[in-house]
């Protein structure tokens, strides 16, 4: 592999990335949707509404995807668009009853399986799983809260 530059830590988390996608794209399959949805609708479930713009944010999406993604949302009954009565340029995204429902059964289903995947750990090993991953999201490349 000439060229391609590689260290332990980054190829371990590289790794724990994919396999974290390939549980929400297993999870929303199972409900009936894409990996990107599955996504949406337990970021917006985890915090009842969300602006677009923290959305785009929080989903690492630029605006044209943000908005197709949010729109198929909107289509399939999962999720509504709203103006923001304060603040005319901003617009929030809310599930619906039926993007509650499937948001809580992906949602559920991704944090059993990420449970499962850890539960081979003992408890300190757990707590020390935690406190790094905290720590990598702390540091200076994240400290913008992404």
Known sequence: MDGFVTS????????????????????????????????????????????????????????????????????????VRTRDTTDRRGTWVELTDEGSRVGVQVHNDVVGRLDELVAHLPPEDQEQLVALIEKVLAGPLLADGD
């Open 8 to 79: 332990a830590p980054a190829v371990a988390l590289v790794a724990l990335s994919h396999h974290v996608l390939n549980l929400f794209a297993e999870g929303g399959r199972n409900h009936g949707v894409t990996q990107q949805q599955a996504e949406l609708l337990c970021v917006v479930g985890m915090t009842d509404r969300v602006r677009m713009a923290e959305l785009g944010r929080l989903l690492h999406m630029e605006k044209s995807g943000l908005s197709n993604l949010v729109d198929r949302a909107e289509q399939r009954g999962l999720a």
